[in-house]
């Protein structure tokens, strides 16, 4: 069983001069770390699909940083073409070729995209998608899917949000996830007034069952926008490479205008892609926007390696197989307590919660459980696969996750299905 320890000493230490201490969805006031003190707060190393903490406890890393590590930390050729990189350069006053060679790298892998813009992190590129689609079209306002997460501009969040006031998200038009007839109705409405649909592939909203598409929903999308001269944008910051290296439109049958990368593609180096279609090119082409360490060099030598290594050993096949054999696992030793630990979602990035009691204590109480033996989930976010778990990997997870059961049946008897 982990202690924490050092990791307490060092948030008292972060509180003093760090808002919330840790802030954002890797800190405690996102919600997907409860109870707190089930969890460790800092990292000493991560190496493969492993992270030690500052009190030297091992986890198997089921969150991949939020989903940046898809082949490993810490992966060798990942870091050996960063180093080479780093020896030539990384900022100067012009960029390096590396990030043509990432764009042509980029065209090349993902179906729908016939160039490659580049930012440093997901809403960078939700962001430009919008202001690419307001170009092309002359239009101002934007349909999105209730619960989708886009980033923390003001225009991803909601009137009445500390920071965020009604003119921020006066245009945002807003519908259910896999609801054609109410898209079909807001189109109507609002006539040649729309710019932009813009959601995930699939929706995986945070403290919710996770939903696919129905069948033949891209496809009715992609008609509707085509025939109201409505750009499709993809956000598939979250998504993307863990379900097909072509792209998560290609994945489920249509092409997306535009699509959005950030997480996956560089193995935990910072930098996003917005990709999209030649129709695009000339309205993003006209768009003012750029950052101060956006054509940074190492981030692109990174990104070249790793999808280059995912083509290789197939990257998006083995985490999506990987994760149907560890999730009809869990799924069955929970069964085995009494538990219904409900899967949803695409498997290489899985939600699950356990469904006995509606208030989520016993998902919470489970969690803190295999938290404690070493395996590290987050409550109420979906979760991630990578290229390194193994098939012992999988088996410690599931011979923690039994430990966990039994001690939360334990504790709960009456909330144990016959």
């Excluded at 006066?170 to 729309?194: C, M, P, R, S």
């Excluded at 082409?285 to 390696?305: D, K, N």
Aim: overall charge negative.
């Amino acid at each position: 069983m982990t202690m924490f320890k050092q990791s307490a000493s060092e948030f008292e230490r972060a509180l003093k001069v760090i808002p919330t201490g840790i802030h954002g969805h890797l800190g405690p006031v996102a919600g997907c770390a409860i109870p707190v003190d089930a969890f460790p707060k800092f990292a000493a190393r991560s190496e493969g699909t492993y992270f030690w903490d500052l009190d030297g406890n091992r986890f198997i890393d089921y969150m991949c940083a939020y989903g940046p590590n898809i082949l490993g930390y810490a992966d060798a050729d990942v870091d050996r073409a960063v180093m080479e990189q780093m020896r030539k350069g990384d900022c100067a006053s012009v960029p390096f070729t590396t990030m043509i060679d990432m764009a042509e790298l980029l065209v090349d892998t993902v179906a729908s995209a016939d160039w490659a813009f580049f930012a440093k992190n997901g809403g960078d590129v939700t962001s430009l998608a919008l202001m690419t689609a307001k170009a092309a079209t002359g239009r101002k306002k934007t349909i999105m899917v209730k619960g989708n997460y886009h980033g923390v501009a003001p225009w991803t969040q909601k009137a009445g949000y500390p920071g965020v006031v009604e003119e921020d998200v006066t245009n945002n038009l807003y519908v259910e996830w896999n609801n054609l007839e109410q898209l079909k109705q807001t189109i109507a409405d609002n006539k040649g007034e729309i710019a932009c649909f813009i959601s995930t592939p699939y929706w995986h909203p945070a403290f919710e069952d996770n939903a696919l598409p129905a069948e033949n929903y891209w496809q009715e999308v992609r008609k509707l926008c085509t025939e109201n001269g409505i750009v499709l944008a993809i956000d598939d910051v979250r998504c993307g490479f863990r379900l097909d290296l072509k792209g998560s439109d290609h994945y489920y049958g249509f092409e997306a205008d535009l699509i959005c990368f950030c997480k996956a593609i560089g193995n935990g180096y910072n930098f996003s892609a917005l990709c999209g279609t030649d129709a695009m090119k000339d309205a993003v082409s006209s768009v003012f926007y750029t950052g101060s360490y956006w054509l940074a060099s190492q981030p692109f030598a990174a990104g070249i390696a790793t999808i280059n290594k995912l083509r290789a050993i197939e990257g998006d096949q083995q985490v999506l197989s990987m994760g149907r054999k560890l999730t009809t696992g869990l799924h069955e030793v929970g069964r085995q307590h009494g538990f219904d630990l409900r899967i949803s979602g695409e498997p290489s990035m899985w939600y699950m919660r356990i469904t006995n009691d509606d208030n989520l204590m016993l998902h919470q109480q489970w969690v803190a459980e295999c938290v404690k033996r070493g395996v590290f989930f987050a409550n109420h976010h979906n979760l991630f696969m990578n290229c390194a778990i193994t098939d012992d990997d999988i088996q410690f997870t599931l011979d923690v996750a039994n430990d966990a059961f039994q001690v939360v049946a334990a504790n709960n008897p009456a909330l144990l299905l016959k």
